[in-house]
């Protein structure tokens, strides 16, 4: 018999339960497969922790030179340096940044030490937009920098 005088008995009800059990095999083996694959490539708890205390660890280092660069700009509270002035508030502002940016894995991490560093930045960064003196600025930079350093385990 031709293609073209089919009788209409194409498909039988054994094809279509043969094509479905066939398909459901094929996705739960893709499933199992793609989940034993999927959870032996998961980095562990551990690694992510550390990876965070890290990401502490360089915000802790971007922001260290920010007090001697303020000290050498506002010895008195009046701005005489320009220059390194606006290097030190870029410091503490993409430091400000970044734990914001990273919130999600420092709060999951230690969140009683993430609110102290915020808190702690926010303070430096608001007395360094003033300008107060290099006195005035020395213990909240210290502070920050202490916050940072919990932050990231030191």
């Known amino acids: 018999?031709?293609?073209?005088?089919?009788?209409?008995?194409?498909?039988?009800?054994?094809?279509?339960?043969?094509?479905?059990?066939?398909?459901?095999?094929?996705?739960?083996?893709?499933?199992?497969i793609g989940s034993y694959f999927g959870r032996s490539a998961a980095p562990?708890?551990?690694?992510?922790?550390?990876?965070?205390?890290?990401?502490?660890?360089?915000?802790?280092?971007?922001?260290?030179?920010?007090?001697?660069?303020?000290?050498?700009?506002?010895?008195?509270?009046?701005?005489?340096?320009?220059?390194?002035y606006a290097d030190a508030q870029e410091r503490?502002?993409?430091?400000?940044?970044?734990?914001?940016a990273q919130r999600?894995?420092?709060e999951a991490l230690a969140p009683g030490d993430y609110v102290r560093a915020v808190r702690a930045v926010d303070a430096l960064a608001t007395a360094a937009s003033t300008p107060v003196s290099a006195a005035a600025f020395d213990p909240l930079f210290d502070q920050a920098l202490a916050a940072l350093g919990e932050l990231a385990g030191q």
């Open 44 to 84: 562990d708890l551990q690694t992510l922790a550390d990876q965070v205390r890290l990401n502490a660890r360089v915000l802790n280092a971007e922001l260290a030179p920010a007090k001697d660069l303020y000290a050498t700009a506002v010895p008195d509270g009046k701005i005489i340096k320009p220059t390194p």
């Open 104 to 106: 999600a894995s420092f």
């Open 1 to 32: 018999m031709s293609a073209w005088q089919n009788d209409g008995d194409g498909l039988t009800g054994r094809v279509i339960i043969g094509g479905a059990v066939f398909t459901i095999l094929a996705l739960v083996i893709g499933f199992a």
């Open 92 to 100: 503490i502002t993409r430091v400000k940044r970044q734990l914001t």
